[in-house]
């Protein structure tokens, strides 16, 4: 089992930025790896970024890439989500999930998430 608990949403302008973590409990940490999803109102839950078990592999959404930064801190069991450069269309609620051997990007593959936090962006 794996617990998850995200921090560091809010309400930011455009072109602000916001730091994102989820602290994570239960199995060891460096042993799976993690990723965050988002799910704006009214659309389908999206893959944002992943990283590997040792955070020598990442991932981004096409959409993020360039803005966002995704780490982790393993002697801390979380990780983190750098958002740079926010847009609106940012906004959503993100979800931290876990637990594939490998970074990927299909929810499926992710059998823990956290409860969300939500991020909005203004104009």
């Known amino acids: 089992q794996v617990q998850l608990v995200e921090s560091g949403g809010g309400l930011v302008q455009a072109g602000g930025s916001l730091r994102l973590s989820c602290a994570a409990s239960?199995?060891?940490?460096?042993?799976?790896?993690m990723a965050w999803f988002r799910q704006a109102p009214g659309r389908e839950r999206e893959f944002v970024a992943a990283?590997?078990?040792?955070?020598?592999?990442?991932d981004y959404a096409d959409s993020v890439k360039g803005r966002f930064t995704i780490s982790r801190a393993n002697a801390k069991n979380t990780v983190y989500l750098q958002m740079n450069s926010l847009k609106p269309e940012d906004t959503a609620v993100y979800y931290c999930?876990?637990?594939?051997?490998?970074?990927?990007?299909?929810?499926?593959?992710?059998?823990?998430w956290g409860q969300g936090t939500q991020v909005t962006v203004s104009s």
């Open positions: 990283i590997s078990r040792l955070g020598v592999t990442t």
């Open positions: 999930a876990a637990e594939p051997p490998r970074a990927v990007r299909d929810e499926s593959q992710y059998d823990y």
């Open positions: 239960g199995r060891t940490f460096s042993l799976y790896a």
